[in-house]
């Protein structure tokens, strides 16, 4: 009745996006993707799962970014078998378990305090020829605490990369960055004015976020990954 105060619940039933995985550790138990949350996009709160899972998908088209108008991979699902379960969604990464280990190479991770300027390679999937790695800058390295997904600034130099994508595009969210051989980071965002320059977060402080700091781990073969996740929000309106 007027006057009265009023009540209400918004559900945010389900998402599903594409990603990949940056690591999972030599053990196989665990895995890091993303390397940021996944967040509402109505209120941009890192979302609480309730459950998921990663799927396989195969990329089967592009979006080209430019200026102003990020892109992105298209894909779909493959196989219908999920490869594990989501146990946790944290402003710095995706994290969970995996239901049986996967082909990779074990790299060491390189320390924070030894990650510089200079040239890395990203590994990514971009179509249905598999991961491969692709060259970039590091033009920043910050130790800035308040700002720990945007640490490290990526500018995409590969020529190829350049001409199928634009640069960074939507769905490389936690390629892996590499630096003399080495696990350095992952990439974040992509700037939505200049597509062929983006954000990285380091790759122990995904390490670190999933309570296993260890000096080496595994990083995947980067294929993309659909994480099929319910999600539940609720916000109370008045």
Not at 41 to 51: F, G, K, P, Q, Y
Not at 185 to 190: I, L, Q, S
Request: glycine share 14%; with cysteine; aromatic share 8%.
């Amino acid at each position: 009745c007027e006057g009265s105060y009023k009540a209400g619940m918004w559900v945010r039933d389900s998402a599903a996006g594409i990603g990949t995985v940056t690591f999972y550790t030599e053990d196989g138990k665990a895995f890091g993707a993303l390397g940021h949350g996944i967040c509402d996009a109505d209120t941009r709160n890192v979302l609480e799962i309730r459950s998921g899972e990663p799927a396989a998908v195969s990329v089967c088209g592009i979006e080209r970014g430019s200026s102003g108008r990020p892109g992105r991979l298209r894909g779909y699902f493959t196989g219908g078998k999920s490869l594990g379960t989501l146990t946790q969604n944290t402003q710095f990464g995706l994290y969970g378990k995996l239901s049986a280990p996967h082909e990779g190479e074990t790299v060491e991770v390189l320390p924070r305090g030894n990650v510089h300027t200079g040239a890395v390679q990203i590994a990514a999937t971009i179509d249905d020829e598999g991961m491969r790695l692709f060259d970039a800058e590091l033009e920043r390295v910050s130790t800035d605490g308040k700002q720990e997904t945007r640490t490290l600034v990526l500018h995409v130099t590969d020529p190829e990369l350049l001409a199928r994508t634009g640069g960074i595009v939507q769905g490389m969210s936690g390629c892996p960055i590499l630096q003399d051989g080495k696990l350095v980071g992952a990439v974040t965002h992509v700037f939505v004015d200049d597509a062929t320059r983006g954000y990285g977060i380091f790759a122990e402080t995904m390490l670190e976020n999933l309570n296993e700091i260890k000096t080496r781990g595994t990083w995947a073969a980067a294929h993309a990954s659909l994480f099929r996740a319910a999600l539940s929000y609720f916000s109370q309106k008045v």
